[in-house]
């Protein structure tokens, strides 16, 4: 009531006053609302940046790089920047999370579940618990539920241009790749990079034989138990048989012996010289039956251990094989300061049990950091390309504690770790140096997911946290050619992390979650 009073005698005031009554109006707007004003001059702008194309021909993308600062998104392949194009990020308290993420799954056609069946086409899922990027509405300024909106032709145009792994980096501000060098960063061979796909190929023929071989094993074993289990019977029948003879050879042993008249001693002869017979001719029969069975239980006992031992040359040459193959893939390497651990984590392309995702093997072993309280920071070191010396290397850091290569220089690599995977490192392999740990998204079907605790996490934590899975114990380097097996384990042991907000450290989550929560927003 009183504004609109106020607005009435400004109307009046506007007529009688001219040009005066109309600053006296401006300047009392201006005190009725002045932190909306100001809200909504900060928070939309008049001109968002415009879709932009590389005047070049793309290659493929191997990062994307989101900025919540400035709400845009850049796609680089090896040679640069290729698109661009303004987004829509999470508004407050549902604040898109910041840090380190990969391309986990794909949707052409996707409706969420978590917001009344809302449209997102092209979706690109980067955790479990439903963030993503996709088409949608951009007004200009945040507006989502926690997800990255990109304009609806951008999205569809480079759906099928990216792959599952890829990296997408969220940073508070505008972060971009410098070319970076440093002893640490893998340094493939020449040689092991030529040989390495022949003796995948070899390895995996080498595997398949073996495979084969210990099917046909198992099932000739599988015949013996019950051959035996005939020869046995038998034998014990025959056994038996003769124990019984034997028992009654003995009695007409001592009938004779004990007889006290010639009839007595005449019908206890003929009693012993029938048992004897009986168990001369029972012991001719288990003679020759254990005779015969011999060689068949001998059979029987090999067709076991062959089997034994061709299962056993299964599972070596499926992991030699596996690991042959896993070597073709680029290798991502995780450091966290705050568990003291390096991870290790590389695409099998096999398709989750669920459904959900493809599966990424890994493993996890412990790294010594230099002053190990001192913050790192967050840096993303990614291989872009082959050169003369290896590979071309790009730096990306979104959180700055340390330098990056001040944070490089403190980490000492495992070497028996190093020299199992730097020889066939590949384009796009990638290690990152963080001060978070993993976090809770990181699964068997993610790559690795980490969130900066020191930005607003809304859209994060809002979503219904994922729960426990089996995981990779990260041990050994595992069966099957994966780096590790998978059992039950608690994550929240994790040494250091101090920092639980949200529930958001690693923690691993259920195959079946991913049909109960979608990306929405």
């Not at 001592?254 to 007889?259: F, Q, T, V």
């Not at 012993?272 to 288990?286: N, P």
């Not at 290397?393 to 495992?414: E, G, H, Q, Y």
Request: neutral net charge; proline residues 7%; charged residues 25%.
């Amino acid at each position: 009531m009183v504004i609109r009073f106020r607005a009435a005698q400004s109307t009046v005031a506007i007529r009688r006053g001219g040009l005066p009554a109309i600053v006296a109006l401006a300047a009392m707007a201006a005190l009725t609302a002045p932190n909306a004003g100001a809200a909504a001059k900060q928070a939309r702008p008049t001109s968002p940046p415009a879709e932009t194309v590389a005047p070049r021909e793309a290659g493929e993308p191997i990062m994307a790089i989101v900025s919540i600062n400035t709400q845009h998104v850049t796609f680089y392949d090896a040679d640069g920047w290729i698109w661009r194009a303004p987004v829509s990020t999470g508004v407050k308290d549902r604040e898109t999370p910041a840090g380190i993420f990969a391309v986990i799954e794909k949707d052409k056609d996707h409706h969420s579940s978590m917001y009344d069946d809302a449209w997102m086409p092209n979706m690109q899922r980067i955790t479990w618990n439903g963030v993503a990027l996709h088409g949608g509405p951009l007004p200009g300024y945040a507006a989502s539920h926690g997800c990255v909106r990109m304009p609806y032709g951008f999205a569809e145009k480079l759906f099928d241009k990216t792959w599952i792994g890829m990296r997408v980096i969220i940073s508070p501000n505008d972060a971009e790749p410098v070319e970076f060098t440093h002893p640490a960063l893998l340094v493939p061979k020449a040689e092991a990079l030529a040989a390495a796909p022949a003796r995948a190929e070899m390895l995996g023929r080498e595997a398949e034989e073996a495979a084969r071989a210990a099917d046909e094993a198992k099932k000739a074993a599988a015949k013996a138990p019950r051959e035996i289990g005939l020869l046995t019977s038998s034998l014990r029948k025959l056994e038996g048989l003769k124990a019984r003879a034997d028992a009654e050879l003995a009695a007409a042993d001592k009938a004779l012996a004990a007889a006290k008249t010639d009839e007595a001693r005449a019908r206890a002869e003929e009693r012993k010289q029938r048992a004897a017979a009986k168990a001369v001719d029972l012991a001719t029969q288990l003679d020759a039956a254990r005779a015969d069975a011999k060689p068949k239980l001998d059979a029987a006992a090999a067709a076991k251990d062959a089997a034994r031992v061709a299962q056993a040359r299964k599972v070596d040459t499926a992991k030699a094989a596996g690991e042959a193959k896993l070597a073709l893939e680029p290798v991502s390497i995780y450091i966290s300061r705050a568990t003291q651990k390096l991870y290790i984590r590389r695409n099998t392309h096999k398709p989750a049990p669920d459904g959900g995702g493809e599966v990424f093997a890994s493993l996890e072993v412990p790294v010594t950091i230099r002053d190990p309280h001192k913050p790192l920071g967050t840096h993303v070191f990614t291989a872009m390309a082959r050169n003369e010396s290896g590979l071309r290397w790009t730096a990306v850091t979104i959180d700055n504690a340390d330098d990056a290569k001040s944070a490089l220089d403190r980490v000492t690599f495992p070497q028996d770790v190093i020299d199992r995977i730097a020889p066939t490192a590949m384009p796009r392999s990638s290690i990152i140096v963080s001060d978070e740990p993993l976090s809770a998204e990181t699964n068997y079907r993610t790559e690795f997911v980490a969130v900066l605790s020191n930005q607003p996490q809304g859209g994060f934590i809002t979503r219904k946290p994922t729960v426990d899975v089996e995981v990779a114990d990260g041990t050994f380097w595992g069966d099957n050619g994966l780096f590790g097996s998978f059992y039950p384990r608690d994550w929240d042991s994790q040494t250091g992390n101090t920092r639980r907000r949200g529930r958001q450290y690693f923690r691993p989550v259920q195959p079946d979650y991913y049909q109960q929560f979608q990306p929405g927003g």
